[in-house]
């Protein structure tokens, strides 16, 4: 089976400062994929990574990066110097083989508030 | 416009009503998904389909059914709406390669009463 687990439910920062949001998966396929989506106040999903499971180099861009760890089966993600507009749900998802019809199985979401 | 699109964008109806949702997209993908989304819960699957002809259960497909009318639309009915099947529903479109990149609608609010 197929888990991914975002411990954090709520984190607030101040602009400016640095944030991780944390994600933990788990399953027995060796071929998989790792998501991050951004879902903002308006409701809609945005589409942020797509990482997958041969490739552990860390990916950064523009303010955002993620560090992908097959060892401790993390794909964390970082926000640096936050802004008021990074405030949004972020969902951490996973994907595996063809069986489930390459669904994603999502975390339950960390919303995260970023005040002036 | 928008590459996936959905009708009607919020919703409210009564215990027992049917209702559908409906998807489409011009990404030209062959794969689209309905997924719910509760509060604290994420989003779970409900149907996804490969193509017109190939249409598969997810992990919360009962109480709701699917059709494929062509590549491009992909919708999803309530029989028999109940009020636990108030969410956000979203659908998504992926190309037909491995575990690709899905892309979203806007998501449908419905509200059972």
Redesign the interface.
């Known amino acids: 089976a197929q888990k991914?687990t975002q411990a954090q439910?709520e984190i607030s920062v101040v602009e400016k400062e640095d944030v991780t949001l944390d994600c933990v998966y788990e399953t027995r396929d060796t071929t998989?994929?790792l998501?991050w989506?951004k879902q903002p106040p308006s409701?809609?999903?945005v589409?942020l990574i797509?990482r997958?499971s041969f490739d552990e180099q860390n990916e950064i861009s523009g303010r955002y990066s993620w560090n992908f760890q097959k060892s401790t089966s993390s794909f964390n993600f970082t926000i640096t110097a936050s802004q008021v507009v990074d405030s949004a749900v972020y969902?951490c998802a996973l994907?595996?083989g063809g069986g489930s019809?390459?669904?994603?199985n999502?975390?339950?979401?960390t919303s995260l508030l970023v005040t002036p | 416009d928008a590459d996936v699109t959905q009708t009607p964008r919020n919703r409210i109806t009564k215990t027992g009503k049917r209702i559908m949702l409906e998807c489409s997209q011009t990404k030209g993908h062959d794969r689209m998904y309905w997924y719910r989304q509760d509060p604290g819960l994420g989003l779970r699957l409900i149907y996804y389909s490969f193509d017109v002809k190939d249409i598969n259960k997810g992990e919360i497909s009962d109480g709701y059914s699917v059709s494929r009318q062509a590549q491009a639309k992909f919708s999803l009915s309530l029989e028999s709406a109940i009020p636990n099947q108030t969410a956000l529903y979203f659908c998504a479109t992926s190309e037909g390669q491995y575990q690709e990149t899905q892309y979203f609608g806007p998501g449908t609010r419905l509200l059972v009463l």
């Open positions: 991914v439910t998989y994929y998501f989506y409701g809609e999903l589409f797509r997958n969902f994907s595996v019809g390459y669904a994603l999502f975390g339950k979401g």
